[in-house]
């Protein structure tokens, strides 16, 4: 018996007979030969089916196989330059492992709802295998960069005693005697410690945030890298983003220029991504938006219409910095010139995708961070941990937190974050 190949790498078989395990994606036929768009999970090949070619039963096997039908095949690679992938195989032999003729993902076109609730089918469409490639690119990269860059990686946990990120948005789950836990807004504060421990530190893992916002930026569960450094400054972390976010774009650019072809992504928008970026301050960004018409007052959050205007007047990413302290969480350290800034930063995706890192220095200083915990209403005995940082050996520090959904659905051209992920978790979504 041949050997089993994946259609990505018929590169090297070609010329050779070779046995292909996967499931029948689209078929026509012109009576004499069958056309078969076969998927195995690495990609799309044709496999020509000649009636003459093969035995009478496989033949008919063939036939009667619709969409999704799971399939092994026997046949020799060709190349074919017109093809998708470049490759195609000449069958000799077909085996169905089951025959399906009412696959509820047909090629016309569905509406959104009924794709979200077949998520776990649609996971095989061309579109939505290349989205999730390219994520797995993002993530590679990340680590890669991550660690050529001496962070080691240690992962916070999942359930934490108290927020982290405010209190409105906390997913409250029982915890046995202790009372309540919370599902995890950020690993940051738990790699403010590690990084006291190993220098230059990187959680990366799934947060959760009970968002009430029904956006398309917007996902109760997400994921987040979170590299944090000791000894380190605001400037800091905006270099190490700005570092990391050209890095990962340069790589899929290398390696998912398929998939950025089947998603039909614009790639001349990615390829003009490069450290450094342009930098806003919080004071000229407000004189910005307001003077495109945003009701916007200094003061206040910017909304995602303020994110696309500022976003808008870059072709690149651009990082805004020194947002008013009352509008950031309690750990941000104040800009030592104007305390009423914060040492703060986000990163903004061009094309109007919005924030895709946030981050800044922290709060070094032990009696201010009380101060500041009280201030927000915060439970003092749940962070009596984290205030033991500034009492032994505390330094400045800074790090950030960038989400892949958002990174990905930017580097994909999505409309919407919910397909970057495989089963997404939204306000009004669990299912599947
Ligand atoms: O700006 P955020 O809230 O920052 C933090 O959580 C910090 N503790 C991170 C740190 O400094 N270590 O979130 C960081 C990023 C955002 O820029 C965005 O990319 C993503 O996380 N994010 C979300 N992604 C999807 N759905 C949501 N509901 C998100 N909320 C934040
Ligand atoms: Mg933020």
């Known amino acids: 018996m041949s050997e089993v190949v994946r259609i990505s790498d018929f590169g090297r078989h070609v010329g050779q007979e070779v046995r292909v395990q996967g499931w029948l994606h689209n078929k026509r036929s012109s009576g004499k030969i069958q056309f078969l768009i076969v998927r195995d999970g690495s990609g799309f090949a044709q496999a020509v089916v000649a009636r003459s070619a093969v035995p009478e039963a496989d033949w008919a096997a063939a036939e009667a196989a619709g969409q999704e039908s799971s399939l092994e095949l026997t046949g ?16 000799s032999a077909i085996t169905v492992r089951q025959a399906v003729h009412d696959y509820p993902i047909t090629p016309k076109e569905h509406g959104t709802a009924f794709l979200m609730e077949h998520r776990h089918l649609w ?15 993002v993530v590679k990269a990340i680590r890669d960069f991550l660690d050529d860059a001496g962070y080691t990686l240690v992962d916070a946990p999942i ?17 046995f005697d202790e009372g309540t836990a919370y599902l995890t807004q950020s690993g940051q504060l738990y790699s403010e410690a590690t990084a006291a421990a190993h220098g230059k530190v990187y959680c990366f893992g799934p947060t959760f945030r009970a968002e009430k916002s029904k956006t398309r930026r917007h996902l109760t569960e997400f994921w987040m890298v979170e590299p944090e450094m000791a000894w380190a400054h605001l400037e800091d972390a905006i270099q190490l983003a700005e570092q990391l976010v050209s890095a990962l774009v340069a790589r899929v650019l290398e390696t998912r220029r398929e998939e950025l072809k089947t998603l039909e992504r614009d790639v001349s928008k990615l390829e003009s991504v490069q450290a450094p970026f342009p930098r806003l301050h919080y004071d000229d960004a407000i004189k910005l938006i307001q003077s495109k018409g945003s009701p916007t007052q200094w003061g206040s959050d910017f909304g995602g219409t303020d994110e696309t205007i500022i976003a808008e007047a870059y072709e690149r990413p651009v990082v805004v910095h020194r947002f008013p302290s009352a509008i950031k969480a309690f750990y ?18 061009p094309e109007g995708h919005g924030e895709i ?12 961070l009380l101060k500041r915990i009280r201030e927000h209403g915060l439970p003092e005995e749940s962070f009596r ?14 790090g950030f937190g960038m989400g892949i959904e958002r ?11 919910r397909e970057t992920i495989a089963f997404p978790r939204m306000l009004y979504r669990i299912y599947p």
């Open 385 to 398: 941990w984290y205030l033991d940082l500034r009492r032994y050996g505390t330094v400045p520090h800074a």
């Open 76 to 91: 020799r690679v060709k190349e074919d330059k017109r093809a998708p992938g470049g490759h195609e195989v000449d069958v």
């Open 123 to 137: 996971l095989r469409s061309p579109r939505q295998h290349a989205i999730l490639r390219v994520r797995h690119a």
């Open 357 to 368: 890192v946030g981050g800044g220095e922290r709060l070094a200083d032990g009696e201010l």
């Open 332 to 349: 941000m350290a104040p800009d030592p010139e104007r305390p009423e800034l914060s040492l703060s930063a986000d990163v903004l995706a």
């Open 407 to 417: 990174v990905v659905t930017w580097l994909c051209g999505l409309e919407h974050l």
């Open 159 to 175: 359930f934490t005693p108290a927020a982290c990120e405010g209190t409105t948005t906390l997913f409250a789950v029982p915890y």
